[in-house]
Each structure stands twice: as C-alpha cells, then as structure tokens.
C-alpha cells in the first residue's frame, strides 16, 4: 500500500523523491484491518493544486492552510470509495469527496473533513475535485462575490487556461465581457480561445504590456500569477477596474518580488479584492452545486484533465503545476473504481 511522506522543506521548487517520497513500507490488510467503529476509505483521486506549495513549510510559519508534517503523508482534496464501514452514516460503495491523506487505503473514524457525493450527473469522480470542485469553486464564487461585471467590459485573466482560469473566462464571456487570456503554451491558447476567450495569447512568446495596451484598458483582472503579469495589468486598467486577487503562483516557488506599480490602485481608484474560497463557500456552496456539475456534464462548461497515472506520480505533478508543464488541471489517478 503506498503513500506519500512529506520529506524536506523544499527551497525553491519542490523536488521529486526529495520533497515528497513515495513509500511502501506499510502494508495495510484490507480484509484483516480494525475499523474500530470506522471506515476503510479508497482513494480514487487526488487533487494536485498551487496552493499545496505553500503547505510545504516549516510548522512555525503561520499561513492559512497547515503546514506539512515532515514524514508524514501530504494530504489534498480528492474522492475516494468506502469499502467497508462500521460507522452507521457510511456504506460500503459511498463516494466521499474532501480532504485525503496521499494513501491508497485510509481507515477514518468519522466524516470529519468529508462529505458524500452523490454523482447524479455521471461525470468522472476525479471532476470533482477540479471544475466541480474547489479550483470550480474559485472561480465560481469569487466571480459573483468580487467582479461587479458588467455587459460589454473588458476582462484580463492569467493562468487562464487552468481549472480556475478556463471557468473564469467562460463566466466573464456569459456575462457579456470581452475576454482576454494569457497563458504558456500555444496549446493552452488554443483551449482559452474554445472556452469564448476573444484574445488569447502566449505570455512566453508575446509581450503581456503589448497586448494590454492594443486591447485594454481593462476594467477586471483576474490574477492567478502576480508578479510581472500583475505589473502589467496594473498599467492596464481603467479608472474604477477591480483586481480579483485568487493566487500569485509566479511568486510560490521564489518568494515574490515587490510590486512597482502599487501607486497605480491610488490613481485609478482601483479595488484589489483578496480571497480564500473557503471563506466563501458558506455563501455560495449549495448554489454552486446547484448550478455547476449539470453545466460540466451538458458539455455548456467546458473543463480539461492532466492526469498523472499512479501515487507514484504525486511528485511529479505537485512540481508540474509549480512550472506550468500541466497542460489542464492536474489530478492523480490512484485506482479506478
Ligand atoms: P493551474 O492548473 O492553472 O496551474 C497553475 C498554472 O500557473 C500553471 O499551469 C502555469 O500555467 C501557471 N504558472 C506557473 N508559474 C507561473 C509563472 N511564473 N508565471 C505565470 N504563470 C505561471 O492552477 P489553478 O487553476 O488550480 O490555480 C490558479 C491560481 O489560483 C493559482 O495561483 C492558485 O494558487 C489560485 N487559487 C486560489 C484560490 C483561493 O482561494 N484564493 C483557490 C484555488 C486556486 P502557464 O502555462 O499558463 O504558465
């Protein structure tokens, strides 16, 4: 039975093997384990998500997801199946979704951190913890709480050929916005350009300030990277733009640089609005559920996998996603069914 250790702190990205090591040195007996009034718990899959660098810490480090425990398993949001229960609430055959150990097999006490899910719109489980999941969540959410968007505005999204991203531009395009997506691939353009994105680019390739200025000023930017992108964007904006701050991943993995062009936000009367989405998904959760999956399974949303074959391969995606080698939202496939 694998699992996967959290092994050294890492300094700049995060190393296969090194930061994370797979481990096979326990063996749990699937027919034999005590449950003690639990659950024995399957992992399907497992979410590989930007944040989770963050997670990689020294424990004094106050920030607002714990830390990592050296030597022990990570754990991230993913879907699993219940193989056998003595715990009334849970049945044999339930799917949960929320917060797992890197495990194969876990045995649980309680629904603490989960939930079930009841698939009644037969997308694949590993949805759910992407589009129908927190990174869909992200997008949903903070667009409604924080983009005041009106019909014929213009939108700047980075990353924005990722789970957050790609949902972004879809909900900016059905509220009328004109639509402009960066990201680093010709492959990710193309995918921005099929979610509705009226100006896709390559930021590797073509110049961020450029295209801002033949096709801005904008009135929203939604910010996955910070750093130069955020730079950029700032010059871009228009008196009264809102600045959704969702993520800074250009910073994770090196600390960041300070932003020059701050003053900006002053003389434009700009309103930067931070979020965590936990913090949101009291106000919006049921609505979110209500409203989204359905949506991903007609086809009218679009979504895009990459999916890492193996927990084997949770150090290989965790550093994928810090470069930007995942060509879609990142998930590990740990067993079928
Ligand atoms: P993605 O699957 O899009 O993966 C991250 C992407 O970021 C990479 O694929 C890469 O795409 C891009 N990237 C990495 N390094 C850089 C860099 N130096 N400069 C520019 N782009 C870079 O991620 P998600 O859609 O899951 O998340 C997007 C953002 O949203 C992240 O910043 C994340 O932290 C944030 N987030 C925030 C939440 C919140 O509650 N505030 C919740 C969930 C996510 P590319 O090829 O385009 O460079």
Redesign the pocket.
């Known amino acids: 039975n694998g699992r996967v250790l959290f092994n050294s702190i890492p300094e700049g990205f995060p190393e296969p093997g090194k930061t994370v090591v797979y481990d096979t040195s326990e063996n749990i007996d699937l027919d034999t384990v005590p449950l003690n009034g639990g659950f024995l718990l399957k992992t399907l899959d497992l979410s590989i998500?930007?944040?989770m660098r963050g997670r990689m810490r020294a424990p004094e480090k106050k920030s607002y997801s714990p830390p990592f425990l050296l030597n022990q398993p990570i754990d991230g949001y993913g879907v699993g199946v219940v193989l056998r229960s003595e715990l009334p609430e849970v049945k044999a055959g339930d799917h949960l979704y929320g917060f797992f150990k890197h495990v194969q097999y876990d045995v649980r006490t309680n629904l603490e951190g989960l939930s079930k899910l009841p698939n009644e719109h037969g997308l694949s489980w590993s949805v759910y913890v992407g589009a129908a999941g927190?990174?869909g969540k992200?997008a949903y959410m903070a667009w409604k709480e924080y983009s005041q968007a009106k019909k014929g505005e213009t939108v700047f999204v980075?990353?924005g050929?990722?789970?957050?991203?790609s949902l972004v531009i879809q909900f900016a395009k059905a509220d009328g916005l004109k639509v402009i997506g960066s990201?680093?691939?010709d492959e990710?353009v193309q995918f921005m350009k099929e979610c509705g994105a009226d100006v896709a680019f390559n930021?590797k390739t073509t110049n961020t300030k450029e295209v801002l200025e033949k096709e801005g000023p904008i009135d929203i930017f939604w910010d996955?990277?910070g750093?130069e992108?955020l730079e950029a964007a700032l010059e871009a904006a228009n008196v009264n733009a809102r600045f959704i701050e969702?993520?800074?991943?250009?910073g994770y993995n090196s600390g960041g640089a300070p932003i020059r062009n701050l003053f900006h936000v002053v003389s434009k009367s700009i309103s930067m609005h931070g979020?965590?989405?936990s913090r949101l998904e009291p106000k919006y959760g049921k609505e979110f559920y209500e409203t989204i999956p359905h949506k991903l399974a007609s086809g009218e949303l679009k979504h895009r996998e990459h999916v890492f074959d193996g927990l084997d391969k949770v150090g290989e995606a965790l550093l994928a996603?810090?470069?930007?080698t995942?060509k879609a939202?990142?998930v590990v496939k740990v067993a079928d069914e």
């Open positions: 998500d930007p944040y927190m990174p992200t980075s990353a050929a990722g789970p957050v991203g990201a680093g691939s990710k930021y996955n990277v750093g992108t969702c993520g800074m991943i250009s979020f965590i989405v996603v810090q470069k930007g995942n939202k990142a």
